[in-house]
């Protein structure tokens, strides 16, 4: 018999699954976010501690079973149930910050603990999904289950740890038709872990997933960015801050805020905001910006050139546009060039969501505009010239 044959009857050598394109079955899409969140399929959401993950939960859970507006002009939702499982939740905390969210409670089942052999303990992923199939398949009208309480696995293995949490996941999603957002906590800092969370291997069954960043343009303000989409278009980076609500009997609860247009960078262009090197100029004249700043939504280039030289940043005759520490740091802390009231108005430097004016198509248009010699990036020249949206009012997600 040749080698060939022999391997294809012998029961512990792989045999190749072949199907014809013309065969096999696809499903049209189902959103419960337009362009985020599908059904039957795996979304994540990752971040830092403080970066606003749970409160995003609530926001999502309270669009949902409200049937809401999304932010953005990205949609409603259809309003259905949400199984939200959340093993290291403190109720006093996740009911208010519900209730702040403006969440349909009768609609919501929490999940933080399963019977177990000796008695009710923490739910675990790795060996809970029997569970959360019976819980699913319990809930009538079930459209989301949102799992808050993962975290990336530390030591050289992350990677492939992460691979074996999310795959079943997003395969579980898929065969029970449920829509499922995992919310994955990263550590401070931590490089390797922060990697292994979005390593295309471990990501491989994630249809879509977003990391949620603070601006370094302002302190209170995080940014939902998308890392990979195999579903649709990217939607725009979405800009939102925490806020507090008051509740009864002057109880209080973390809510997010959305604002109403889509943050003016592209998420390549704020990555590579965020990674610029900073070296120690660049540092110092940051700090300069901000403390002079202060609450000021823009500034006049002549003020900035005026304090930056009393300060020794700049030299008697030197400009803003020819000082690489001074432009680099504009750049790390999203500050746009506009025009102050008509044409012939005077130049500013403007925090994002300043609307007194379009910003030019080439952000560094000034009298006496640097040369090409001067090293500007032309990557983080194009994230400037995004036109800057008006913030008004805060917008909450239902």
């Keep these: 018999m040749p ?38 399929k795996l979304t994540l959401f990752a971040g830092e501690p403080g970066s606003g993950k749970s409160a995003l939960a609530a926001s999502i859970t ?72 019976q819980a699913a398949r319990s809930i009538k009208d079930l459209s989301l289950i ?28 898929e065969s029970h038709r ?30 879509a997933a977003f990391a949620l960043e603070l601006d370094p343009a302002e302190a209170r303000r995080r940014v939902l960015v998308q890392v990979k989409n195999d579903l649709a278009p990217d939607q725009g980076l979405i800009a939102f801050r925490i806020a507090s609500r008051q509740l009864d009997r002057g109880q209080s609860a973390a809510r997010v805020e959305f604002e109403p247009q889509h943050h003016p960078l592209s998420p390549r262009e704020f990555a590579a905001r965020q990674s610029r ?13 901000s403390a002079l700043f202060g609450s000021a939504r823009q500034l006049k280039v002549a003020q900035i050139e005026h304090e930056a030289r009393a300060a020794g940043l700049l030299r008697a005759n030197q400009q803003l546009t020819q000082s690489r520490p ?25 925090k994002a969501g300043t609307v007194e004016s379009t910003l030019q198509d080439k952000p560094e248009v000034q009298p006496n505009p640097p040369t090409q010699s001067e090293g500007q990036s032309p990557l983080l020249s194009k994230a400037a010239a995004h036109p800057v949206t008006q913030p008004g009012q805060m917008q909450q997600v239902a």
């Design 146 to 173: 949102v799992i808050d309480g993962l975290y990336v696995p530390a030591g050289r293995s992350a990677t492939r740890a992460m691979q074996a949490l999310l795959d079943p996941l997003a395969a579980f999603a």
């Design 277 to 289: 090197s900073l070296n120690s100029a660049t540092t110092d004249a940051m700090e300069f910006l």
């Design 62 to 133: 309270a669009t949902v079973t409200t049937g809401g507006a999304y932010p953005c002009r990205e949609g409603r939702a259809q309003q259905g149930a949400v199984l939200l499982v959340c093993p290291d939740a403190d109720p006093d905390v996740l009911i208010p910050r519900l209730k702040a969210a403006g969440a349909d409670l009768g609609r919501v089942q929490l999940m933080r603990h399963v019977e177990g052999a000796k008695g009710p303990r923490r739910f675990d992923l790795a060996t809970d999904l029997p569970v959360l199939a």
């Design 178 to 207: 449920v829509g499922v957002a995992a919310i994955l906590g990263l550590g401070f800092n931590e490089g390797s872990r922060r990697i292994a969370a979005f390593e295309a291997q471990a990501l491989g069954a994630v249809r």
């Design 326 to 350: 001074l432009r680099d740091a504009r750049m790390a802390m999203g500050l746009g060039i506009i025009r102050e009231g008509a044409d012939s108005g005077a130049w500013v430097w403007a």
């Design 3 to 40: 080698a060939i044959a022999q391997a294809a009857v012998t029961s512990t050598a792989p045999i190749p699954l072949v199907t014809r394109g013309s065969e096999t079955k696809s499903a049209t899409i189902n959103w419960i976010w337009p362009g985020r969140i599908a059904r039957a």
